[in-house]
């Protein structure tokens, strides 16, 4: 996902939001991602301290949901 | 039909019976009985458009010569045309006459390739030279034999006014160049090392010898000849040289003579066509003797039916967004399965079918498109690769049905035994959990109480969820489960209000404990009274699953009647389209709703189009007709209103909302009935939605209490994200098979909703949430 500007620009909103819990400002962080069977990793924003990850709707709605169907059709 | 109806072969094992059921590639009648096999439909679809070029060309691709048949043809097509039926048949000649004459062919040929082999034809009329000129186009080295002083044969016999001689003339003088034209020759053939291959084309020629009716074949494997030496069709003597022309081509190349040549002769076609909605129309008459202006070519043109069956594509949406005909959808359906590596794109297709047999219904053929579906569902199931998201949330629901939170089974207080068992199905008491008290307190008073037994209850699913799922395992479940509450219960009478559980289980239970409620109180007595007036024209809307149920839909119409009502179209008869015999599915059929909502949309609106008040008997039809903005009914809300101010159009009820009214109407049955409580969820948190919020919300399939659990967890554990500016929460729970977000703030003791989403996708690795 993270190849794809567009999802760079979308992921760019997790500047806006901070973790709760440790405070901390997000940063981009490999993360697995798995589904169907498959296993991949991708950067994800992520609070450095307690590792909670960030995904934004329009990232959930776009570019995962066409994995996830893509995925489905495999 | 449809999931318990008539089997039909298995598309694993019978896919080409089942293509061959579906007729929409055969041929009009026109061109079946045309021997030339002219594309008449083609040629009328251009000339209408005004589009001569394209005409011409569709007629030359059957017709060597065109500007000669034109104006002789015997017309065979004419008495076929299903036109004729229906006003006069079309005027197919006069039509490729006006092809003819105004349109213009482009110079483009394809290059000449000469080849080795030689071909002689015999004679040089209308056989020999459609067949001197297919041979010469392939590039063949062809000599015609003309024992006159010039070409033409037969064709210059006729008269001048009706085949002019520079007609004739230009015809042999388009033969190509590898064709050469002896004329004077005498009535033999030429010694065999000049030729590799013979043509009897003029009946002079050896009289006697006479050729098989399709290859043309004589006893001699290289001499061809018509069956019939004595025919004198234009048309059909000009299919004779076409014929000859390509036996003697796959002679050349060492080919079958006879491997897929089905299609050249024989009149016959399986085309269905319907005439319904076509109005009855004469001829065009030419303003000029005996040819067509070219505008009076497309005024003719358009009176062509343009002969095609897609019955079932014009009742059905799926059909109709996925385009084509059933025949093509079956080799895609079948490939999808069969793949091993690759992509299954017709997964969505496969799921997005109603599964509701319109299609066998209106079939000529009874091709049921639901029973391949199902079976490439049950398919993907068993390889494992059902798309998850296709019945997820259908599946959840109906897990719920059956969790000790929804479901109830009790014999009537005061008794051991039940004789009657009602069993309102999920989604009756999801839409109107008050009209299922109501109508349970009525069957308590109204059925007969036999040997102490009285009228018990069952909440939960019926197993249809399952079924339509492809999930056999889980509606076996259901059955099984249903099956043991009902052997303990004394094998009572199920009275069902829901055609679909009733067709689910009617393969499960005996035919004599199975009964609708709309039967039932036809015998029983119903429990409102008295003439209903005010409600306008009315409008009975059956179920898809009552289409096989003539009972059913008899037993409805009479209730209806008692209570003064009357299907409007139904005074000037029953018909197959008021009767419900071809009723429409609302979308939540087969599970639409949840692969295809958009497709499923378009269901639940053509179900329920036109005006008036609609009275449908099944719960979720009645709450996607309300959506669809219809003034949709249930009707045991009919039954139980005492006058018209009694009812209002319920709107439909969101899914969370569904499962609230689920839960109530359990605790209310127990808490009125038996006096016990019923334990409630208990809510962690309160959540504010706007409407907007609220309705995107449950098109995502996000339940309410699903974000409860989201922000009860988030509030709970400190595990959130705040934004820097606005002060919002946003936060996250796997809760089954999805991750639910959810971006909320405080406001009061409350917390504000401003978005939801989900993914399927797990994350790292993420913590399971039950979302029950």
Redesign the interface.
């Known amino acids: 996902m993270t190849a794809n500007s567009d999802v760079r620009r979308e992921l760019a909103v997790s500047e806006?939001?901070?973790?709760?819990?440790c405070g901390e400002a997000?940063v981009l962080r490999e993360?697995?991602?798995?589904?169907?069977g498959a296993t991949f990793r991708v950067e994800?924003p992520c609070c450095p301290t307690?590792?909670?990850?960030?995904?934004p709707?329009s990232v959930?709605?776009g570019k995962?949901?066409q994995?996830?169907?893509?995925l489905?059709?495999? | 039909m449809g999931l318990n109806g008539e089997r039909q072969p298995p598309l694993a094992t019978a896919r080409e019976e089942l293509e061959a059921r579906c007729i929409q590639e055969e041929p009009p009648r026109c061109q079946a009985a045309c021997p030339a096999r002219v594309d008449v439909r083609g040629m009328c679809e251009a000339l209408a458009k005004g589009n001569p070029d394209e005409a011409l060309k569709l007629l030359r691709k059957s017709v060597p010569f065109p500007e000669i048949l034109c104006r002789i043809c015997d017309e065979p097509c004419g008495p076929a045309c299903l036109r004729g039926e229906s006003g006069e048949p079309v005027r197919i000649r006069m039509l490729e006459r006006a092809a003819v004459e105004y349109g213009r062919e482009g110079p483009s040929r394809r290059p000449l390739i000469r080849k080795k082999q030689r071909a002689l034809v015999a004679g040089g009329g209308l056989a020999g030279l459609t067949a001197a000129k297919e041979l010469g186009r392939k590039g063949y080295a062809v000599t015609v034999l003309v024992p006159e002083d010039r070409a033409g044969g037969e064709l210059l016999l006729l008269p001048e006014s009706v085949l002019p001689r520079d007609v004739v003339q230009r015809g042999v003088a388009s033969l190509p160049e590898t064709v050469t034209v002896r004329t004077g020759a005498a009535m033999d053939l030429s010694p065999r090392e000049e030729w590799d291959a013979a043509f009897l084309a003029d009946a002079r020629f050896l009289p006697d010898m006479k050729g098989d009716p399709l290859s043309l074949v004589t006893s001699d494997p290289v001499v061809f000849a018509p069956d019939d030496r004595t025919e004198t069709s234009p048309v059909l003597l000009l299919s004779y040289g076409k014929r000859a022309a390509l036996s003697m081509d796959r002679v050349f190349q060492n080919a079958s003579l006879t491997a897929s040549r089905e299609g050249e002769t024989g009149a016959g076609t399986r085309l269905h066509t319907s005439l319904e909605g076509v109005t009855p129309s004469e001829a065009v008459r030419p303003s000029d003797g005996d040819r067509y202006t070219l505008e009076e070519a497309a005024r003719e043109a358009c009176r062509c039916i343009r002969c095609s069956c897609l019955e079932c594509v014009k009742r059905c949406p799926f059909l109709d967004h996925y385009g084509g005909y059933p025949k093509l959808h079956i080799r895609t359906i079948y490939n999808n399965l069969a793949i091993v590596m690759g992509n299954r794109t017709a997964s969505r297709m496969i799921n997005s079918c109603a599964l509701c047999g319109l299609c066998a219904r209106v079939c000529p053929n009874d091709l049921d498109m639901g029973a391949v579906c199902l079976e490439a569902r049950r398919s993907l199931v068993a390889m494992k690769k059902m798309p998850t998201s296709a019945h997820d949330f259908a599946l959840r629901d109906m897990a719920s049905s059956g969790s000790d939170e929804f479901a109830l089974l009790r014999n009537e207080p005061g008794t051991e035994r039940s004789a009657w068992l009602f069993f309102p199905g999920c989604q009756l008491g999801a839409s109107d959990p008050a009209i299922v008290e109501k109508t349970y307190a009525w069957l308590r008073a109204r059925l007969p109480h036999p040997d102490g037994a009285g009228t018990g209850i069952i909440l939960r699913c019926c197993g249809a969820i399952g079924s339509w799922a492809g999930r056999d395992d889980l509606a076996q479940a259901e059955h099984h489960a249903l099956l043991d509450s009902w052997e303990r219960m004394g094998r009572p009478v199920v009275v069902t209000a829901c055609p679909s559980c009733a067709r689910e289980l009617k393969d499960v239970l005996p035919a004599d404990r199975l009964r609708s409620i709309w039967d039932v109180a036809r015998e029983f007595g119903l429990p409102g009274e008295g003439e209903l007036s005010g409600l306008g024209d009315v409008r009975v809307l059956d179920p898809c699953a009552a289409r096989d149920d003539p009972e059913t839909r008899s037993a409805v119409r009479e209730l209806l009647r008692r209570r003064g009502l009357r299907d409007a179209t139904e005074e000037s008869g029953s018909t197959a389209e008021n009767d419900g015999s071809r009723s429409e599915c609302c979308g939540y059929g087969g599970l639409v709703s949840f692969a295809h909502p958009a497709l499923a949309d378009r269901f639940a609106d053509r179900a329920s189009s036109g005006g008036g008040t609609k009275i449908t008997y099944c719960a979720m039809c009645r709450d996607l007709f309300a959506r669809s903005g219809a003034e949709a009914y249930h009707i045991l809300d009919i039954l139980f209103a005492r006058e018209p101010g009694d009812l209002a159009v319920r709107p439909c009820p969101s899914w969370s909302e569904r499962r609230d009214r689920r839960r109530l109407l359990r605790a209310q049955l127990l808490r009125t009935i038996w006096g016990e409580d019923a334990a409630m969820r208990e809510l962690n948190v309160r959540l504010l939605f706007s409407g907007e919020v609220e309705a995107l919300t449950d098109r995502r399939w996000i339940l309410r209490e699903d974000i409860e659990t989201v922000v009860a967890t988030a509030e709970r554990t400190g595990r959130k994200f705040r934004h820097r500016t606005n002060g919002r929460f946003l936060a996250s729970a796997r809760i089954g098979a999805v991750t639910v977000w959810c971006e909320y703030e405080p406001e009061g003791d409350a917390f504000r909703v401003h978005r939801a989403y989900s993914h399927r996708m797990r994350i790292g690795e993420e913590e399971d949430h039950d979302g029950q």
């Open positions: 806006e939001w901070t973790c709760f819990a997000l993360a697995p991602l798995s589904y169907q994800v307690c590792g909670q990850y960030f995904l709707e959930v709605l995962m949901a994995v996830e169907q893509a489905e059709d495999k």
